[in-house]
């Protein structure tokens, strides 16, 4: 794999997608994600975290608008078992919840000439950062300058698939991690209060809203200074995957924290992003991938403040 090209076109094979439509769709995602879905513009994208009883975050969603509710992009794996319990809350509501995977082609298109790209697949370049545009070829959401999300019918895939680069979908997971943006997939479902993962951060928690799963331990989380982990980027020499074991020298004898997402770097070995002990950061131990004595992890700058 290449991961040095400039600009590229990618299918998103990792990437699943649930539709939420119906009268009460709004109220429903409402009542059950950590952002405000109530407020939430058609021509604007949000992300956004659904958690357990226990403010443990079940799923990453990107939530984006369409004319009859809303898509929710998450990791693939969780997709059908989310979409299954999700469900479970609808009750009597006005919602329709299905795995609408399989009904969407998703790329990721970034570089220089991203703009002219969407185009081509008669898509329209939203302006702002996680604005939402809706034309012919499907919707397409930015995220920064030069880097965008295409949603495409999956009976305009071929034309899609025509437009693809050779970089793959793991360059695609490797500009997530850069912007410091986490995805829970099935094997760190159930570990992270959205805290940990930096959601509050990234938009992707209001303290202002209602009650939501897990509401109180996230305000707890947050108000009362209970934190005690946190999301941080980083490069080793190996390759690295999620869930994944961290130690900190400070702490010998058990495992300091946990990988969230990696992916391969262009120079070797990973980069990554990694949910590990503050006073460990604080005192600057030390991180090693695996195990006590694994290869040592190098710090790098998140995009957004700490």
């Not at 209602?210 to 999301?231: D, I, N, S």
């Amino acid at each position: 794999m290449d991961t040095k090209v400039s600009h590229s076109t990618v299918e998103l094979a990792q990437y699943g997608m649930l539709s939420c439509t119906g009268d009460e769709a709004r109220a429903f995602l409402h009542a059950q994600l950590t952002s405000d879905v109530a407020g939430l513009g058609t021509d604007t994208a949000r992300r956004a975290g659904w958690c357990s009883a226990k403010g443990r975050l079940m799923a990453t969603f990107l939530v984006i608008p369409q004319e009859d509710g809303f898509l929710l992009q998450l990791s693939r794996d969780l997709a059908a078992p989310v979409a299954k319990r999700l469900a479970m809350f609808i009750l009597r509501a006005k919602v329709k919840l299905t795995d609408a995977s399989g009904e969407w082609t998703q790329l990721g298109v970034w570089g220089p000439s991203a703009a002219e790209r969407l185009a081509a697949l008669e898509l329209q370049a939203p302006v702002a950062d996680l604005g939402a545009a809706h034309s012919a070829g499907g919707i397409a959401v930015r995220f920064g300058a030069q880097r965008f999300l295409a949603v495409v019918p999956v009976a305009r895939r071929q034309r899609a698939v025509d437009a693809l680069t050779a970089a793959g979908s793991r360059a695609w997971d490797l500009e997530e991690i850069r912007a410091g943006q986490p995805m829970v997939v099935l094997a760190t479902q159930d570990l992270f209060v959205p805290q940990m993962v930096n959601l509050e951060r990234l938009g992707a928690v209001d303290f202002k809203k209602g009650c939501y799963p897990g509401q109180e331990v996230v305000a707890r989380t947050q108000y009362r200074g209970v934190l005690k982990r946190r999301m941080v980027r980083a490069r080793v020499s190996a390759p690295a995957a999620s869930a994944a074991d961290v130690f900190a020298e400070d702490s010998p004898g058990q495992t300091s924290g946990t990988v969230v997402n990696a992916a391969p770097a262009p120079e070797g070995g990973s980069e990554l992003l990694a949910v590990v002990q503050i006073s460990s950061l604080e005192s600057g131990s030390a991180l090693r991938l695996g195990a006590p004595d694994g290869p040592p992890l190098g710090m790098l700058p998140l995009p957004y403040a700490a």
